[in-house]
């Protein structure tokens, strides 16, 4: 703890300390250690004291201002203006937000009160739109009704609102009250689907104080009604009195285009209400509808002379819940062509319905021809082919004119018929011959229908060939084969049983597949089919026997084959071949070596054997000779020991 050091040859003796604190007086103290920008002069005492003196006159100044703010505070509590403004005013609204359906009101209540000071103080209520759907006016929003509340003094009096440019305003006054308290009924009737801001302004006339309550916005959100369901039917059955519940016949309404005064068809377009929890639609909600018709009229009353307009709208007549059908009528005015019928309701599109409107026979044709020339035909067999009438923009008409004739440019070859449209032909023996057929009517006759057709009355008499337009394939790679008959064109020539042509292996057909009933399709006195060869080297066959188009007495066997090559697969063996024949070479060497080193082995060992023998030999003649030098050597010493004798 550190201790306060007291410095006395630098303190008076008398200092006052006072309030138990430390005050200005105390900067006469010195402690040890701690040096504070505060700290007491330590000797200019003169100095401390003139500071006294002006805090003290500072202080004065102080309590005298206070004195006097507090005299002029009482002064104007005890003063009351001459106009004593409205005072204590409120205004509320009951929900900040509503929401409804277009022509469904919803409402809001406003409660205000305020203290009047004279009859002629008014409080004010203004309304305007802070937002809206384009197009709305005032009039969509009103005080509708004007409800006292318990606690007014007096009679007020409220009126129901004036138009002020795009806004409306209540007043409520008194003639003579300390206080008034009015609830009010505000209505929006709303006649677009959007969202409405309304502001409710608050003012009071006869004063100049602002009132205290301020503006307040109520927030209506408003969705347009729902129809359950729209649609469109058409029919024939009794179209001047029945409702049409289904396309009756829808995909084939046809009519003779001529004008008419009497109605084709009926088309009704229906709304139907009330059928879900958030429907509020009534009839009179309904959409308008537009019918337009491209070929012939449409009315909406059962009246050709009315059915000029090719667009007619209408509103809805039936109650909500109900079926509102809208009936128009379809005529046909003298144009030929197909005719769409465009249906909208309220702006949403319907799907659109079609009828035919047909004119007079204008061209004759064949319905079941498609190539220009007629199927095969067997001698003493016969094909048919049908007659049909076109108008003018080509629509196959239901009749035909009456009296049609037709004609073979060779009856030798074929013979026809003609009746009720159908077309017999005949073949007699091998040939062509054209057919015609005419509509004899001397005015306004179909053009005849000239179509060649080649009868293919004609049987080869020889087996078809087969051949393929290379000598050879590689595997995988394209095969074109030909099948040939001597014959017209058929698109079902039985040049072969049943059984068919058949390929030796399995083959992936590139388009058309080889016939597997024996019945082909000649044109130009041939018919093609391509293939991929298959994957595996060798000799492709294609065989078959003649069947009953062929007029020879024996059935026949066409056989035809080709080469299918594999270049890699060839090189390999070939390459594998070579080194068998290495192989085969190598071995026959070695069994060579193999027999000259047994040979070499023999000599070897009989050299081995020799050289053995003769060291054998040597071995005996040098003991041999080494006795003999032992017996000189001997022979020698006793000569040597007798000449020193």
Partial sequence: MKHVKFHLNRFLHRVRIHGGEFDTSARAMYRDEVVYPLQAELRIVRSSTIERKQMSTKTTFKRIALVTVAALGFGVLATVPSQAAVQADQMTLSSATGSTTVGTAVSVDVVSSFLQETSSDTFTISLSYDAAPAGITASEVAFSSIIAATGDLGSPTVDTGTAVGNSRQAHISAAAAASIKKTLTVKLTPTKAGTYVIKFTPAIAGVTTAPVSTAKTWTVTVVAKTIGSRSAF???????????????????????????????????????????????????????????????????????????????????????????????????????????????????????????????????????????????????????????????VGTALGTLPTGLTVKSSDTSVATVTISSGTVTITGVKAGTATITVTDPATTSAAAPVSFTATVAVARPTAAPTVTFDAASYEVGSLVTMTVSANMSD????????????????????????????????????????????????????????????????????????????????????????????????????????????EAATAMAQEAVDAVAELSAQVTSLISALRAQITALTNLVVKIQKKVKA
């Fill in 234 to 392: 058409i029919g024939v059955t009794n179209i001047s009195t029945d409702t049409q519940t289904a396309d009756a016949l829808a995909a084939s309404l046809s009519f003779a285009a001529t004008a008419n005064t009497t109605a084709k068809a009926r088309l009704d377009v229906a709304q139907v209400y009330g059928t879900s929890g958030n429907d509020t639609a009534t009839a009179a909600d309904g959409g308008a509808v537009v019918v337009s018709i491209d070929k012939g009229l449409v009315s909406k009353t059962n009246d050709y002379s009315a059915a000029a307009a090719q667009v007619t709208t209408a509103a809805a007549t039936s109650g909500p819940g109900g079926f509102a059908a809208y009936p128009y009528w379809i005529f046909s005015n003298g144009t030929v062509g197909k005719a769409t019928i465009t249906i909208t309701v309220g702006g949403v599109a319907l799907t659109s319905k079609t009828v035919t409107f047909f004119g007079t026979a204008s061209a004759l044709a064949v319905s079941d021809l498609t190539t220009g020339q007629d199927t095969f035909v067997k001698a003493a067999g016969s094909t048919t082919r049908t007659i049909v009438a076109n108008d003018s």
């Fill in 490 to 597: 058929s698109a079902s020539a039985e040049l072969f049983t049943s059984s068919s042509l058949k390929l030796s292996a399995s083959v992936v057909a590139s388009g058309t597949a080889i016939p597997t009933d024996g019945k082909f399709a000649i044109v130009g006195g041939k018919a093609t089919y391509k293939f991929y060869a298959p994957a595996v080297s060798g000799t492709l066959y294609a065989t078959g026997t003649t069947g009953g188009a062929v007029d020879i007495t024996t059935a026949a066997t066409v056989s035809a084959s080709v080469k299918i090559t594999n270049a890699s697969a060839d090189a390999a063996q070939a390459a594998a071949e070579e080194a068998t024949a290495a192989a085969n070479d190598a071995t026959d060497a070695a069994l060579s070596a193999a027999e000259a080193a």
